[in-house]
């Protein structure tokens, strides 16, 4: 494969990736059926020609089932050796697997902008921050068993309280951070027990590969199982059997929808969904509006939009649009496009190739509809990317304003009352976070009182954002459903169990026996270190 020499040796695509392997039941069984291409968008040739990056094995419904039969075998009713293991072997385990990850750091961060088209710093901070998180999970997880180290008496009954595991969880990933959000369901349902099954995203799937050996080798066979293929072949067909306990998904509501609807008995199945948003941003007249536009340009421009926690929409009020679009399109048309290894570049490559032409009709439709590109670059196409265009006016029929765009395309609206933004958000299909920008504390109070019982998040002066990844990642209506942090995903993928019996000698010589003995691994007062 040719290379060019604007892009680094270290970062160069000098051999295709043929991923010919898949994870299931301890085993990193060979592929030889059909495969699907891994193309990037950006180049590697001075004209302009998509990279092939290598290919991935096209799974279907054998495979998935085979998949199942593992993580159901490795559960085995609740009886199998992960669910019953000793916590700290559980956390050996973990311990073990996110020591492999750290060395494969360089190839997974190169997949990382090859496929999507991350910068290279947030391609490193993605890696660097999934493995936090680990660590993170590890040291809650530590915490919570000590916690749970130890007996409750009420009316005469003793209760000895922990969180079990749920069952099987299938695990699918988002392509906009195919490792750290997809690691923030899978690594906390792992390690409270439950037995998995995974599937990457169709973006970001390559990278997955350069883990597979440490999954294999640190966890029993069957935990954790991990197929390749499009979710409608391997997905589905695992929903249908009902054997599923837990649906653990980042991605859109449809796709939610549509699988929850296989299972055939949904009443018996977990949800732990986060999906899209259309967060707003609300400037207020006495803003200060240096620090808004910073804010408002890493909300709506940040990995070109792709996120679901990005400003989908802003508001801003009559008194300061004037200044607000001056700053904002100005600020916006000085950021860098390059490569992702481009040093100082802040926007990149779409990693879909159909993503120009969908952003091109947003703009059409809202310009057909009365609104303006405010700034001189907005619309602007390249062979992979579309600049970012400010629109103003936007209204309520416009596409721009009623679908998630997930891309590089900002609408504005302003507005004269603080009811009008309000009321948006209380009409909205969602209800994840707001970037709230003024100073008044009188105007602010009310506005964050009222915010709060809309979405779960308000930043204050600040641009939406998951992290840091302690703090609870929720949202209401069509945006989520459970809490991701390190201290709710543990919450969110496991179950309040307990043993209790009634305050008597027969059982108080009983359970003192138990504690003694050492044999029981969920009956047990052992605290770790």
Not at 20 to 32: D, I, S
Not at 164 to 183: A, D, I, S
Request: hydrophobic share 40%; glycine share 6%; charged share 25%.
């Amino acid at each position: 494969m040719t290379t060019t020499p604007q892009i680094p040796e270290e970062f160069q695509i000098k051999e295709q990736k043929h991923q010919r392997h898949y994870l299931v039941n301890g085993e990193l069984r060979a592929w030889n059926g059909a495969t699907t291409e891994v193309i990037s968008t950006i180049s590697s040739t001075e004209d302009y020609q998509p990279t092939i990056l290598g290919s991935i094995p096209d799974m279907g419904e054998k495979e998935a089932l085979d998949a199942l039969d593992a993580a159901l075998k490795a559960y085995d009713q609740g009886q199998g050796l992960w669910p019953t293991m000793k916590v700290k072997d559980r956390i050996e385990c973990m311990e073990t697997f996110v020591k492999k990850m750290e060395a494969k750091r360089e190839e997974v961060v190169k997949l990382l902008m090859w496929e999507i088209g991350k910068s290279k710093p947030d391609s490193y901070k993605e890696f660097d921050r999934t493995v936090e998180y680990i660590y993170d999970t590890i040291e809650d997880y530590k915490q919570l068993d000590r916690d749970s180290a130890k007996f409750q008496k009420h009316d005469g009954v003793y209760a000895h309280i922990r969180r079990g595991p749920l069952g099987v969880v299938l695990c699918l990933g988002p392509y906009n951070y195919p490792l750290n959000e997809t690691f923030a369901l899978l690594i906390p349902a792992i390690i409270m027990g439950n037995t998995t099954i995974f599937k990457p995203a169709k973006h970001g799937v390559l990278l997955i590969a350069p883990l597979l050996e440490a999954f294999q080798s640190s966890f029993p066979k069957g935990v954790v199982n991990i197929l390749f293929g499009r979710g409608r072949a391997v997905a589905a067909p695992i929903m249908q059997t009902g054997k599923v306990d837990v649906l653990a998904l980042i991605g859109n509501s449809k796709s939610a929808n549509a699988l929850q609807e296989q299972h055939p008995k949904s009443n018996r199945l977990r949800l732990v969904l986060g999906l899209e948003a259309k967060n707003p941003a609300i400037v207020l007249p006495d803003a200060n509006m240096d620090l808004t536009v910073n804010e408002v340009i890493a909300g709506t421009t940040s990995f070109n939009g792709q996120r679901c926690t990005a400003l989908k929409v802003v508001y801003v009020h009559e008194e300061v649009k004037d200044e607000f679009f001056e700053k904002y399109t100005k600020a916006i048309d000085a950021l860098k496009f390059g490569n992702p290894w481009e040093d100082g570049v802040k926007l990149t490559p779409l990693p879909e190739p159909g993503k120009p032409d969908y952003i091109q009709e947003l703009i059409d439709d809202a310009i057909a509809k009365g609104a303006k590109i405010m700034n001189e670059k907005g619309g602007q196409r390249f062979d992979n990317y579309i600049w970012p265009a400010v629109l103003y006016p936007v209204t309520k029929d416009m596409r721009v304003y009623q679908e998630e765009q997930f891309g590089p395309v900002v609408p504005v609206l302003s507005f004269k009352d603080i009811s009008e933004p309000l009321d948006d958000m209380a009409e909205s299909n969602y209800g994840q976070q707001v970037s709230l920008f003024g100073k008044d504390v009188y105007t602010l109070s009310p506005l964050i009182d009222t915010l709060a019982n809309l979405v779960c998040r308000v930043n204050l002066n600040s641009s939406c954002q998951r992290g840091p990844d302690v703090y609870p990642f929720t949202g209401r209506k069509d945006s989520a459903q459970a809490t991701l942090s390190v201290h709710d995903a543990l919450r969110s993928f496991s179950i309040r169990t307990f043993v209790a019996f009634k305050d008597n000698e027969v059982n108080n010589e009983t359970v003192e026996q138990l504690l003694e003995a050492k044999v029981s691994n969920f009956l047990s007062t052992d605290y770790i270190l």
